[in-house]
């Protein structure tokens, strides 16, 4: 029974979605326009994966932010519990090496990236 009502519903939804789908108008340049407007059109595939690995992270840089967050926190309501203070010292320090690294990956990123995108615009326009 449960297989039927399945089915039924996934028809259903396909009645209804299907003609949706074929009702937009995909004529006319509308991706060159939605690219051109958001700056992906001619963006160098070397400045793309450098701007993706850059905003990956910055999230790292705010799950640091949260760590050390829950680590104060952890501190704070340790109440002179000595097992409670070891374990917020502990995180708040992973979380201090990890932004060590995070900061180093960012960096290296940053030069190679750069690197590739001198590369890539010197082959393009030789001298």
């Known amino acids: 029974m449960r297989s039927l009502r399945t089915i039924a519903s996934t028809l259903v939804l396909w009645t209804l979605y299907v003609p949706l789908v074929h009702a937009q108008d995909l004529g006319k340049g509308n991706l060159d326009t939605v690219a051109g407007q958001a700056s992906l059109k001619n963006t160098p595939l070397p400045q793309l994966i450098g701007n993706i690995i850059k905003i990956f992270i910055g999230a790292l840089g705010i799950v640091f932010l949260v760590l050390t967050v829950y680590a104060g926190f952890l501190y704070l309501t340790a109440q002179g519990d000595e097992e409670k203070?070891?374990?917020?010292?502990?995180?708040?320090?992973?979380?201090?090496?990890?932004?060590?690294?995070?900061?180093?990956a960012y960096?290296?990123?940053s030069f190679v990236i750069n690197a590739l995108t001198n590369t890539v615009a010197g082959s393009a326009n030789p001298t």
Not at 93 to 103: A, E, F, H, S
């Open 85 to 104: 203070v070891k374990h917020a010292k502990a995180t708040l320090q992973r979380g201090v090496i990890g932004l060590i690294i995070i900061l180093a």
């Open 107 to 109: 960096a290296i990123a």
